[in-house]
Nanobody, 124 residues
Framework: QVQLVESGGGSVQAGGSLRLSCVTS????????MGWFRQAPGKEREGVATIYSDAGYATYGDSVRGRFTLSQDHARNTVYLQMNSLKPEDTAMYYC?????????????????WGQGTQVTVAS
């Protein structure tokens, strides 16, 4: 079955960096929209970044653009979220998500599959 397993979260000082990984399995990594979302306590879920498996570019939420970079490794069926210049407001649970068999990608996709999340905490 489809599985998404996130890792790489942790605690870091403001200005620091973390790299999150999302290892996918149970499907062919093609025609897939991958996304990272985050949710802080008491706040709505927020789209962080998306990337289409068959394209080389990613889209980003306004609050992370220029600081975060989403990439993918087809050989490992893994997506990576490099997070630089972290701020306390980046503190949240980060989730990897996927929607399969699609031709487009973006925050508006349905994202049928979700990982269990990885916590990111940024201290001021």
């Amino acid at each position: 079955q489809v599985q998404l397993v996130e890792s790489g979260g942790g605690s870091v000082q403001a200005g620091g960096s973390l790299r999150l990984s999302c290892v996918t399995s149970g499907f062919i990594y093609s025609r897939t929209c991958m996304g990272w979302f985050r949710q802080a306590p008491g706040k709505e879920r927020e789209g962080v970044a998306t990337i289409y498996s068959d394209a080389g570019y990613a889209t980003y939420g306004d609050s992370v653009r220029g600081r975060f970079t989403l990439s993918q490794d087809h050989a490992r069926n893994t997506v990576y979220l490099q997070m630089n210049s972290l701020k306390p407001e980046d503190t949240a649970m980060y989730y990897c998500a996927a929607e399969l068999h699609v031709n487009t990608c973006g925050f508006g996709r349905q994202f049928d599959y979700w990982g269990q999340g990885t916590q990111v905490t940024v201290a001021s």
